[in-house]
């Protein structure tokens, strides 16, 4: 689906990782994520593995 802020607020929830909805940057962004890598690599890392894990997990439902 194209609620951007929707899926933001489900992976907080279950990921417990932080992104910005796409709406919030313009009608156009309606859609999309984004994501800050203003941090450490290992921060990242742990972001991205812990995203991983979320998608397997919606991939499965």
Avoid: C, W
Wanted: hydrophobic fraction near 40%; aromatic fraction near 12%; avoid cysteine.
């Amino acid at each position: 689906s194209g609620d951007s802020y929707g899926l933001a607020f489900d992976i907080l929830e279950k990921a417990h990782v932080g992104v910005a909805p796409g709406i919030d940057f313009g009608k156009n962004g309606e859609g999309y994520l984004r994501f800050s890598y203003a941090t450490s690599m290992g921060n990242i890392a742990e972001a991205m593995d812990r995203l991983e894990n979320y998608l397997k997990m919606r991939q499965d439902l």
